[in-house]
């Protein structure tokens, strides 16, 4: 059997939330210490997916040092990983060319991603005077990249959260694609989905926590202990008696409980649930708390020390960027030659 190769992305598109970090930066880290010495770890801040939405371009540049230092804070080792930023290496742009080649706009037509991103952006115009509201081709295509980043480095372990299911079936259908036109050149990946696949808003536990949602919704991994507990203090539940798991009827709730259980450990929900029942409301959110105070601990101090360090920061850029250049130009190098170029 070959060692795994395991790749994931996150967008520099602000500060990591909760969401991101049970849905995968807690398993990134997880994977990192539990892994033999023979699986490579490669985690890449996607810059290139981020500029499909419209970016400052200080922004960007804040955010991408910003995104790293996030990386290394949460735990992430540059001596063991991988860590570095897509636009340094340009074959992800070049497979991606290759790739688009190979994929059907139908298919690209029934992701659902570039219609919620689409819908998001409608309001959100001062950096896109062309009109927000129009499908520009690099957010359609978007799901062509990532595919590009993944099958590069032969992934063949792609940690992610719910939301990238369909993307990451994309990627496995080129990579079939490719191989039955061309010759068996590129690893079709396998997913592996966080213990939290979805961490719900928490001013609206019907949509999940993103980046982009309201300001109350998210916690985000640099807050203050206090700004945690005020956030989840004024997470919306509801007025049903006592404390139980039911994603359907106590969406708010039920968010929560999984937040308590996946910032421990747990899965067994309906048994955090009954070790609650009897609880307040408001002390059962102070428990909730409790768990993520202790699960974020030292991060956010870790992440201010980190991103005060730009010297240090540029160099695990570098270095990430070599070795991730190095293994990525040998396989669009293999996938040209046999495309006879
Ligand atoms: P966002 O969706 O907030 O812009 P990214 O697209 O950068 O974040 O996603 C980075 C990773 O975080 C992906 O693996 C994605 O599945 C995961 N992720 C993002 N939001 C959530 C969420 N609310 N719950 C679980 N995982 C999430
Ligand atoms: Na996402």
């Not at 450990?265 to 708390?289: P, Q, T």
Request: with cysteine; glycine share 6%; proline share 5%.
């Amino acid at each position: 059997t070959h060692p795994e190769v395991i790749f994931s992305g996150i967008q520099p598109t602000g500060v990591p939330h909760l969401g991101n970090y049970l849905g995968a930066l807690k398993q990134w880290v997880d994977l990192q210490n539990s892994a033999p010495p023979s699986t490579e770890l490669l985690y890449c801040v996607v810059d290139l997916h981020a500029i499909t939405q419209p970016q400052d371009p200080n922004d960007l540049r804040r955010r991408r040092q910003d995104t790293m230092a996030m990386l290394l804070a949460v735990g992430l080792k540059a001596e063991r990983c991988v860590i570095f930023e897509q636009s340094r290496v340009p074959a992800h742009s070049q497979l991606m060319w290759i790739l688009s080649t190979l994929a059907p706009t139908n298919l690209l037509a029934r992701q659902t991603q570039w219609k919620s991103k689409l819908a998001e952006s409608e309001d959100r115009s001062p950096l896109d005077p062309d009109g927000s509201s129009k499908l520009k081709l690099g957010l359609f295509s978007y799901p062509v990249l990532q595919a590009a980043d993944i099958l590069l480095y032969k992934t063949t372990l792609v940690p992610v959260g719910e939301d990238q299911i369909q993307h990451l079936e994309l990627a496995r259908s080129l990579a079939g694609k490719f191989n039955r036109t061309f010759g068996k050149i590129l690893v079709v990946p396998k997913v592996k989905l966080a213990p939290a696949k979805r961490v719900m808003s928490l001013t609206n536990p019907s949509s999940k926590m993103s980046k982009s949602g309201a300001v109350n919704s998210q916690i985000n991994l640099d807050h203050s202990e206090a700004e945690i507990r005020l956030r989840i203090r004024s997470a919306l539940t509801d007025s049903i008696h006592g404390i139980s798991y039911d994603r359907e009827a106590r969406p708010g709730v039920s968010n929560l409980i999984e937040m308590l259980g996946n910032m421990t450990n747990r899965d067994d929900f309906g048994v955090i649930a009954s070790e609650c029942e009897g609880l307040s409301m408001k002390d059962f959110k102070d428990r909730v708390a409790d768990s993520v105070v202790e699960g974020l601990k030292g991060i956010k101090e870790e992440y201010e020390r980190i991103k005060g360090d730009a010297a240090y920061l540029e160099e695990v850029s570098q270095m990430g960027a070599e070795k991730a250049n190095r293994k990525a130009n040998e396989t669009l190098g293999k996938v040209m030659e046999v495309m006879g170029m």
